[in-house]
């Protein structure tokens, strides 16, 4: 089951077994996400580590982080997800969220299970606009537990972090995304091969790092857009050579267009 409540707000849950297309479908969004295994266990991969998850964990994803699960063969599980927009957010929960860790074990939280449990109930139950209010307030107070009940969760035992100096790469180009363009001039900072590179980012991320470089420099030109940018001068910002290449690849990560969202933006003024 699917409810979507606007563009950028969209709550899934789900129960089926593993089908080969699930695997890797490795993504990243300027939304939130909570990703809770109601029963069940898969992999899940978030910004260079995997997480061995069984029922009862949670994931709180946080936005732009690169992520996709890797459920198991022959293997029916339950979760339930929901991504969902900075604005939903009260401000003060907002600026602890960035604080908290990934991964919740929060077993010992009724509440929590209850919670979760209620969404799709509530989803079911209420028009798209009063469930969108609904559906808020209870993802703020699951927010509101991990804030206040985290150090109390159980850390996980069960994650590997995939390569150090991956981490360290990845860091560096979130930090410095508008210069990052030339990958001969990444492997020099680091003083690695680009066949390194690019073995390591296929290996690790199921994507070639050029790929994670543009999906990256996507993400921050439609993040602003959303501030009121044109796009014509949002692709030299990011540093693309051409007008048609930003385009290309907006509407391959994104869906859409780059005018469609800025359009949207200027209507929602």
Not at 129 to 145: H, M, R, S
Request: glycine share 2%.
């Amino acid at each position: 089951m699917i409810y979507s409540f606007k563009e950028n707000y969209h709550l899934e849950h789900k129960i089926s077994p593993v089908s080969k297309k699930e695997h890797y479908i490795n993504h990243m969004h300027l939304e939130w996400e909570l990703y809770y295994l109601v029963n069940g266990s898969t992999n899940f991969f978030v910004n260079n580590t995997t997480y061995q998850l069984k029922a009862g964990d949670l994931l709180l994803i946080k936005p732009t982080m690169f992520h996709f699960s890797m459920p198991k063969n022959n293997e029916v599980y339950e979760r339930i997800l929901i991504t969902f927009p900075n604005d939903i957010i009260p401000p003060f929960l907002l600026e602890k969220l960035n604080e908290l860790p990934s991964f919740f074990s929060p077993h010992n939280s009724e509440l929590i299970n209850t919670l979760f449990m209620s969404l799709s109930e509530t989803a079911q139950t209420y028009s798209t606009e009063d469930a969108a209010v609904a559906v808020t307030n209870i993802v703020n107070i699951i927010l509101l537990q991990l804030k206040y009940y985290h150090s109390s969760y159980i850390p996980s035992t069960q994650s590997t972090i995939t390569n150090p100096l991956l981490k360290d790469i990845l860091d560096y180009i979130e930090n410095n995304i508008f210069e990052c363009s030339n990958l001969e001039d990444l492997a020099k900072h680091f003083y690695i091969s680009t066949s390194w590179l690019s073995h390591t980012f296929k290996q690790n991320l199921n994507i070639s790092p050029k790929q994670y470089i543009n999906f990256k420099k996507i993400l921050h030109a439609q993040k602003l857009i959303h501030t009121g940018a044109s796009p014509s001068s949002v692709y030299q910002t990011l540093g693309f050579n051409d007008y048609s290449t930003f385009y290309r690849l907006y509407k391959k990560f994104l869906k859409n267009s780059p005018q469609i969202d800025n359009k949207k933006k200027n209507k929602n003024k």
